[in-house]
């Protein structure tokens, strides 16, 4: 089975960089996913590594390392509608392609 | 491009009820479909999956079955509701393959139970 840590809450500030930790464990790998959701929405894809080190996409950056089992999202230039909770995700090896999701880091930016 | 349909949004249920959620998918063909649960302030718990038609295989043990009976279909049910099956429902879908794990969601369907 997979196990997944992420920190509960985050608070920063608006034009800041924020980085969210993600730990796993798991009994099978196919990448490491980040998905951000807004309060009350459903989740939408922001990016995923399945190979060690940096994916860069616009203010947002995701990093993995399999040896350690670690994983992070940058977020850069913070911006209010930022404040989401971003949930890690691991993909397992099988044809079902099923993901395990963290219980999520809680984002809230300030002005 | 793919767009993903679930419906209801929004049900306000009975204890002892049926369930019926219905999820469809548009624009690609031989999904795999799931269907998650997200109880408050938690993350998501896969519920069922399916490869194709007729394949559903459950995560967890509950009241809930879930059925495919088109290629781009996915219904989840349940014959009598408890209250701790309240929760955000979401239906989701990816590709088969390289990439297999790149889940798109539905809109979600937030259930209460009373």
């Known amino acids: 089975g997979q196990n997944i840590d992420q920190p509960t809450e985050m608070t920063a500030t608006e034009g800041a960089i924020v980085q969210i930790n993600c730990t796993y464990q798991t009994s099978g790998f196919n990448g490491l996913f980040w998905y951000q959701q807004h309060a009350g929405e459903a989740p939408t894809f922001l990016s995923y590594?399945?190979?060690?080190g940096l994916e860069e996409k616009g203010r947002f950056s995701s990093f993995l390392s399999r040896s350690k089992g670690y994983s992070y999202l940058l977020l850069k230039e913070l911006q209010m509608k930022d404040s989401a909770s971003y949930l890690c995700?691991?993909?397992?090896?099988?044809?079902?392609?099923?993901?395990?999701f963290g219980d999520g880091t809680t984002l809230t930016v300030k002005p | 491009s793919q767009t993903i349909h679930q419906w209801p949004a929004t049900l306000v249920q009975p204890v002892g009820s049926p369930l019926s959620l219905e999820c469809t998918v548009e624009g690609t063909s031989n999904p795999n479909l799931y269907w998650y649960r997200q109880a408050a302030g938690r993350g998501l718990q896969l519920l069922f999956y399916s490869v194709g038609i007729g394949q559903i295989s459950s995560e967890v043990p509950q009241n809930l079955s879930a059925s495919r009976p088109q290629d781009r279909q996915f219904i989840l049910s349940s014959k009598k509701l408890l209250l701790s099956d309240s929760g955000f429902y979401l239906c989701?879908?990816?590709?088969?393959?390289?990439?297999?794990?790149?889940?798109?969601f539905g809109a979600g369907s937030r259930l209460t139970v009373l």
């Open positions: 590594n399945v190979l060690d």
């Open positions: 989701a879908w990816s590709t088969t393959g390289a990439g297999a794990n790149v889940l798109t």
């Open positions: 995700a691991v993909g397992d090896n099988t044809n079902a392609g099923k993901s395990t």
